[in-house]
């Protein structure tokens, strides 16, 4: 089921029976790296670093502004701008965050998460981070 946007095709696409190409990443060219699958969202990383994201924003998942009244903005790739144009070397991901390790060896995350009582929050003192925030940097001594 793709009824939430994750099979990043776009807005008319909701049930497949059989695989189909995912062409629209923008630019086309870029090689598929890794791909991860959260609650209802889908990120792929790509050659270079790029980092694309798909399906349902709630909560900030897709770490980029994707409004729902706008066609596709949600249910097709859409580029996550990594603070300091770091780039992405590994994804992980959850029911409403996302967690990315970056060439530089920092931690990037956005979204939310959901406690043992049921209550989102990304730290003590934000409910929802939107855009990716580097959450780990190494330090050397």
């Known amino acids: 089921m793709g009824d939430a946007g994750q099979f990043g095709l776009g807005d008319e696409i909701l049930e497949l029976n059989r695989p189909k190409l995912l062409d629209t990443i ?3 060219t870029n090689t598929v790296l890794k791909i991860v699958c959260g609650g209802m969202h889908t990120l792929a990383v790509c050659q270079g670093g790029l980092l694309y994201s798909w399906g349902v924003n709630d909560e900030g998942a ?23 144009n770091a780039a992405a070397i590994d994804v992980s991901t959850g029911d409403s965050h996302v967690a990315v390790a970056t060439d530089s060896g920092a931690i990037v995350a956005w979204g939310a998460f959901r406690s043992s009582s049921g209550l989102w929050a990304f730290t003590v003192d934000e409910q929802v981070v939107r855009t990716p925030i580097v959450v780990y940097t190494v330090r050397l001594f």
Do not use: S
């Open 26 to 28: 923008p630019g086309g």
């Open 62 to 84: 897709l770490g980029r502004l994707a409004k729902k009244d706008v066609e596709g903005a949600e249910t097709k790739p859409g580029l996550v701008t990594m603070p300091n």
